[in-house]
């Protein structure tokens, strides 16, 4: 019985490491503040909103790539999704001019959304129909996108002048910056089509057992469309508020930003093997990266530091989920 007592409480600190890896990196950025400087890291509202924003930016990307790895697969085209549709948004606002107002930027966003949603699509259809594993599939399109982005870009990037697009970007409400509203919403959307739909139930399913999932007669092929079109759909909401935040479209908009969006899904709770992971996970992932990043920026280290500290991360993920595996092989 103790033994069982034993495993059952390792599961739980497993299962819960994220919160505490997350209390545990402010803890220690506070408490070097507090040492180095005698002022607070945390307890600022420059240093919050500073670590919403950067998280809104990775979960943007990490919100629909959360539904893709449940579902046991993977979309690496995020990257230049991301910089599909801020190129797109910003050739559009410059082909009409600033004076179209809010009409010619909504025209752009809805155009630059429609531009992630193409890539989704094919995405979709490569790994439904045409069976291409994902990882490869995903590749193939990430390639893709980021050469037509390049090209249509005319191999720069895209500078605007629109007070109404730098609004999206760079506007607060009510104290929140609109991006971290955004990101809020489309949380919110994600989380609740997760774990309170038979969407979800579906999409969980089919990480676990696609097989079952099939004899019990759902379009599975359609479903996957479904969730790479999501997918796309969040990492070209991602490019259109970067285009707002820096007035310019970018082919490479998220590109640096690939590496930490997988981290927040994995750091979240996903598994490898598909059947596991939350939106809320994936939200704590994103925050715990974004602690990283400026908190190293706080302590004067520079930027690179960033990807060996998330690198680490990644593989701490990973032994938790193995570990969590093993015991959950144990515990049945």
Known sequence: MSENNGTSFLKSLLNAWSWLFLILILGFFELYAQMETGNTFLFRVYTLQSIAVAASQILLLALGLTLVIVAGHIDLSIAFTTGFSAVVMALVIRFFGPEGGWLIVILALGVGLLAAIVVGLINGWLVAFINVPSFIGTLGTYGIARGVALI??????????????????????????????????????????????????????????????????????????????????????????????????????????????????????ASLTGGQGTVVGTVIGAIIIAVIQFGLVFSGLPPYWQFVAVGLVIIVAVVVDQSRDRLTGVSS
Request: proline content about 3%.
């Open 152 to 269: 249509v870009a005319g191999g720069a990037t895209v500078s605007i002048r629109s007070d109404e697009a730098r609004e999206i970007g760079n506007g607060i409400i009510l104290g929140f910056p609109i991006p971290v509203l955004i990101a809020a919403a489309v949380a919110i959307v994600f989380s609740y089509l997760l774990t309170h739909t038979k969407f979800g139930v579906h999409t969980y399913a089919l990480g676990a057992n696609r097989a079952s999932v099939e004899r019990a007669g759902v379009d599975v092929k359609k479903h996957l469309v479904i969730l790479f079109v999501l997918s796309a759909l969040t990492a070209g909401i991602g490019g259109l508020i970067y285009t707002g935040r820096f007035s310019a479209g970018a082919a490479n908009a998220g590109e640096p930003i690939l590496l930490y969006a997988v981290a927040a899904v994995f750091i979240g709770g």
